[in-house]
């Protein structure tokens, strides 16, 4: 039998698992058992946890389905540990180093008490000290074990459950469970302490809990705000069937009803139900306010009072009264805006445009990435919405024909920006575009994420200081209805990377679809279009951008590369889309393609990629196609910008770490030969999960259309997929 059993919930926190379960795992006791607790075989939370059993015995995952909530996750948890004492993190708080080694040893002074409470520290999730709520009722307890009339104020009800450790003896004898619903902390951490007779403390941070920036979910305005009564109802009758002394009950009541005031003192919490809301409380009130409970002082006291005495209408004037102030501020005239903002304040009081969208692709680079393959659908599936894609004035000539554009920053911009119902977008649209209640903002997204992204980036000072301010590039996050994902790995980092309350689409990328569409005609077409000679091995050579260098450097002699690979090697070079060109011309084995509109036409018409770090290896991965990795400044790259993954423990395909070492892997052929193949179908196993070539179809029906989940066409199983053929391939047939 193990001496602690972790239970971590992981609903909804699937980016942030690992560093939880990390946190346990490498802990210097090591005398546990941790039970991650997810929604289904298959969730992203369950592959996660799925990795860590297979590596360390001491972690067995088991499922709760959602509707079953916090409290039916932790409950499931409990039925399955086995430990002496059992604690509760949450799948995106922290365990501190050294916490079990400390809460063994306290355990050991104390004997085994029914609950042992310690203190957590509560971290803003971005800027902010942080704080130590637990910490002054704590300090007031006495040294060793206790009963609960000797420290009367610790009620349990203002402790969350992850900030103790509970006896399971104690618990099972006492057949204490969860209680469903919100506000279950509350509930829980009232009856275990009623129900205990022996409790201690220990005066030491063990959990970071980092608070999430979307808020508490208690705090969200709905209808299950009535149930924070359904738990002060629980605990009190608890109470009063354990005939408690008034010494216990009244600090209990005090508490209780402390949260209970809060709640009534913000109606915007309830839409519906206020009024019966205060009905049901100052009946809860009446009844089990205990003999000698004297009313607070000050204005809590005054909320009591009226409570008590149901006088509803006066509470609200109460609150009204106080909130009088903060809104004269509003009043306060602001600064008149430039002309072409007034216009899009003008437009903005106008009504939504059902029937249009507009797109934007690279900040106005023209019509590409996933932007346009949706757009492209949405012509052929929804034709009644009307479509208008952004565009910088310098890049307007490389528009397609027939494809309705405005320039960035015109009138006509400014006016769709303010109409559309739909905006689409896998960058970010300006600074001052407002998110309109009833519009609709869908993330697209540019690539699957191999180095840091969004906040993530914080803490590398040479990106940091190029992406600028991180509340602003928040408040963009802000507006997102819905973002888009091509596999499970991206779905958890981007809710690393920019957190926020979008839904998000796990369909892949609409971009990619053409690689299971595309013909032979299509890519012998490309190759003539681009010049490739025929017969040739064409390798794309595609790097990424480094942050720390200030233009494009190839990194490679690309022509020696060329003579060393073999006589009918050509290169196809496409910089990163941060440059207008790359070498800037073309000549003897060399084809520069980073102006060609189309980076997915590129891939269609290379036999093989060689890349460093950039995300087009994960796009590429779906052609199936050899793949290598030129790797000469790694360690460099992961300390400047910061990754996700090793790639060098998990790449696509061979790794080369010189020229030399390159040009082999092309001479003797093992670019594409079985070690190769190997790689590359365990890297698409993990990384093309959700590409089928019917993305745009799905993002098209859910998102344009509003279809339903259920409604939409499931993806394709990866084994049953046909890429588009290579050019090698063609000629071999």
């Known amino acids: 039998m193990p001496r602690f059993s972790i239970i971590v919930p992981s609903h909804g926190v699937a980016g942030r698992l690992s560093q939880a379960l990390d946190s346990v795992l490498a802990q210097s006791f090591a005398d546990l058992e941790l039970i991650p607790v997810c929604d289904e075989p298959g969730s992203p939370a369950a592959g996660v946890a799925a990795g860590y059993a297979e590596r360390d015995s001491r972690v067995t995952p088991v499922h709760s389905p959602p509707t079953a909530g916090l409290s039916g996750a932790r409950n499931t948890g409990l039925w399955a540990a086995t430990g002496t004492y059992l604690l509760f993190l949450d799948g995106d708080d922290v365990l501190m180093p050294g916490a079990l080694t400390a809460l063994a040893a306290r355990l050991g002074e104390t004997g085994d008490v029914d609950v042992l409470y310690f203190e957590h520290e509560r971290t803003p999730w971005w800027e902010g000290e942080p704080s130590n709520p637990a910490g002054p009722a704590l300090a007031r307890t006495p040294a060793g074990a206790f009963s609960p009339g000797q420290a009367p104020w610790l009620t349990g009800v203002r402790l969350p459950a992850w900030s103790a450790a509970y006896r399971r003896s104690f618990i099972t004898a006492q057949q204490l469970t969860f209680p469903s619903g919100h506000f279950t902390d509350l509930g829980w951490g009232g009856l275990t302490t009623v129900a205990a007779d022996r409790l201690a403390v220990l005066r030491s941070v063990l959990v970071r809990h980092r608070l999430r920036r979307q808020g508490s979910r208690l705090n969200v305005p709905g209808a299950h705000q009535a149930e924070l009564l359904d738990q002060v109802e629980l605990v009190l009758t608890r109470a009063a069937e354990r005939g408690l002394p008034g010494a216990r009950t009244r600090p209990l009541f005090e508490q209780l009803f402390a949260t209970v005031l809060k709640t009534a003192a913000h109606p915007e919490r309830l839409p519906s139900g206020h009024r019966a809301f205060f009905r049901r409380a100052r009946h809860l009130h009446r009844r089990h306010r205990p003999a000698g409970f004297r009313m607070p002082v000050g204005s809590v006291g005054v909320q009591h009072r009226l409570l008590a005495a149901g006088a509803y209408t006066a509470f609200h004037a109460l609150r009204t ?68 894609f952004l565009v910088e004035p310098d890049q307007a000539h490389a528009m397609p024909d027939g494809i309705d554009y405005a320039l960035i920053g015109s ?191 590129v891939c269609l018409a290379a036999d093989a990629l060689v890349t460093d770090y950039s995300s087009i290896m994960f796009d590429y991965a779906n052609l199936d196609r050899p793949i290598v990795v030129y790797a000469d400044d790694w360690e460099v790259y992961r300390e400047t910008r910061g990754v996700y993954f090793d790639l060098m423990e998990a790449p696509p395909g061979p790794v080369a770490q010189t020229p030399e070492e390159l040009a082999r892997v092309f001479r003797d052929g093992s670019y594409a030969g079985p070690e190769s193949k190997a790689l590359r179908a365990a890297f698409r196993e993990r990384f093309c999960q959700f590409d089928d070539g019917l993305a745009a179809e799905r993002v098209v029906r859910r998102v344009l259309l509003g279809r339903p989940p259920e409604a939409i066409p499931p993806v394709i199983p990866l084994a049953e997929r046909i890429p588009a053929p290579a050019a090698a391939t063609l000629v071999r047939s």
């Open 321 to 388: 009264a106080n909130q009088a102030a903060a809104k004269a501020v509003e009043l306060v005239p602001r600064p008149r805006m430039l002309r072409t903002r007034l216009r899009y304040q003008i437009q903005l009081r106008r009504p939504l445009d059902p029937d249009l969208a507009v797109y934007c692709a690279y900040w106005g680079r023209g019509y590409a990435c996933n932007p346009a393959a949706i757009h492209a659908k949405a012509r052929e599936l929804a034709p009644h919405i009307r479509s208008v």
């Open 411 to 601: 009138r006509r911009y400014w006016e769709v920006l303010a109409r559309a119902k739909y905006l689409v977008n896998n960058a970010n649209f300006a600074e001052g575009v407002v998110k309109r209640r009833g519009s609709v903002h869908l993330q697209t997204q540019h690539g699957t994420p191999l180095k840091k992204m969004g906040v993530d980036q914080s803490t590398y000072p040479v990106v940091a200081a190029q992406t600028g301010s991180f509340a602003k590039l928040l408040g963009r996050v802000d507006r997102w209805d819905f973002n888009l994902s091509s596999n499970r790995h991206s779905t958890q980092m981007w809710e690393r990377a920019f957190p926020g309350s979008y839904e998000a689409l796990e369909y892949g990328y609409p971009r990619n679809d053409v690689y299971y569409t595309a013909t032979a005609h299509d890519v012998a077409r490309i190759r003539r279009d681009l010049g490739v000679p025929e017969g040739s091995t064409a390798v794309l050579y595609a790097p990424t951008h480094r942050d720390h260098h200030t233009g494009f450097e190839t990194g490679l002699d690309l022509e020696a590369f060329c003579e060393a690979a073999g006589e009918d090697v050509v290169v196809l070079l496409r910089a990163h889309y941060f440059y207008d060109r790359g070498l800037g011309r073309s000549g003897g084995r060399i084809i520069d393609v980073t102006g060609h509109r189309s980076s997915e036409d």
